[in-house]
T-cell receptor, first 109, second 111 residues
């Protein structure tokens, strides 16, 4: 069965500092990975998907199959980045999206 | 606007009461999902429907039932609410490789 682990429940950084949100996964097949963001009391929004290798709002994430990781990074954090971030893995065989437990990012002024 | 619409946004139930959470999407997606969101536990899948006419259990289906009424609508029913079902419920739909689209959520409190 697939599993997604986000080891940090809370993460605080100062504005302008680099930020990395960790995500590790376990999955026997070829993973399809996503990062979702949820701003305060709003719906989840897709931030990144690994297959597109895009940069959204300055965030990037690289899939490392050797380390089974998909960490989310941003070189210079902004206060508006404060939100809950979820890493998620889609299993084609199970047709399910499995979420990690989330990391609450707070960017301090 | 296109997207996923959930009703109601808030609900308070007494233990043992029943209710149905409604979800509709207008993107012609085949797959629809119900998740619950609890602090420290992320989102956990309750039920999903890969296509109209089919439903399958997710990780935490006990205490819930679902109906895929048509391609647009996927409802979640609590037959006898319990305090452990206090949560935020999200409906989502998916098509292809473009990720999931989520509704705005239903905040349910069972007292």
């Amino acid at each position: 069965a697939q599993r997604v682990t986000q080891p940090e429940k809370l993460l605080s950084v100062f504005k302008g500092a680099p930020v990395e949100l960790k995500c590790n996964y376990s999955y026997s097949g070829s993973p399809e990975l996503f990062w979702y963001v949820q701003y305060s009391r709003q719906r989840l929004q897709l931030l990144l998907r690994h297959i597109s290798r895009e940069s959204i709002k300055g965030f990037t994430a690289d899939l490392n199959k050797g380390e089974t990781s998909f960490h989310l990074k941003k070189p210079f954090a902004q206060e508006e980045d404060s939100a809950m971030y979820y890493c998620a893995l889609y299993s084609g065989s199970a047709r399910q999206l499995t979420f990690g437990s989330g990391t609450q990012l707070t960017v301090l002024p | 606007n296109a997207g996923v619409t959930q009703t109601p946004k808030f609900q308070v139930l007494k233990t043992g009461q029943s209710m149905t959470l409604q979800c509709a999407q207008d993107m012609n997606h085949n797959s629809m999902y119900w998740y619950r969101q609890d602090p420290g536990m992320g989102l956990r899948l309750i039920y999903y429907s890969a296509s109209e006419g089919t439903t399958d259990k997710g990780e935490v289906p006990n205490g819930y039932n679902v109906s895929r009424l048509n391609k647009r609508e996927f409802s979640l029913r609590l037959e006898s609410a319990a305090p452990s079902q206090t949560s935020v419920y999200f409906c989502a739909s998916r098509e292809g490789l473009y990720g999931y689209t989520f509704g705005s959520g239903t905040r349910l409190t069972v007292v």
